[in-house]
Nanobody, 118 residues
């Protein structure tokens, strides 16, 4: 069974930084993309950042220039470096991995809370 476990969330002051990590265990036939989503109270889950196995990244406009997504080539891991955090970044952050030969399998973590105070 594939399991994704996030870590690194917590409480931080506005302007501060956090680094989220996601470690995958289990068998994934092929990793196509990795990324992070977030969901704030009363809002829909939204894309934060993705990275393909080739290193192509995509960011939500709201985090461009502040967040950096990266991956580990030796392990199935994905990171999110979050700098200059804002209160609007407060949300539960979810790790995901898209796998399968045709990207037909999505795997999700349980989420980690990020709270940014003023």
């Amino acid at each position: 069974q594939v399991q994704l476990v996030e870590s690194g969330g917590g409480l931080v002051q506005a302007g501060g930084s956090l680094r989220l990590s996601c470690a995958a265990s289990g068998s994934i036939f092929r990793v196509n993309a990795l990324g992070w989503y977030r969901q704030a109270p009363g809002k829909q889950r939204e894309l934060v950042a993705t990275i393909t196995t080739g290193g192509t990244t995509n960011y939500a406009d709201s985090v461009k220039g502040r967040f950096t997504i990266s991956r580990d080539n030796t392990k199935i891991m994905v990171y999110l470096q979050m700098n200059r955090l804002k209160p609007d970044d407060t949300a539960v952050y979810y790790c995901y991995i898209r796998g399968g030969l045709w990207g037909q399998n999505d795997y999700w973590g349980q989420g980690t809370q990020v709270t940014v105070s003023s």
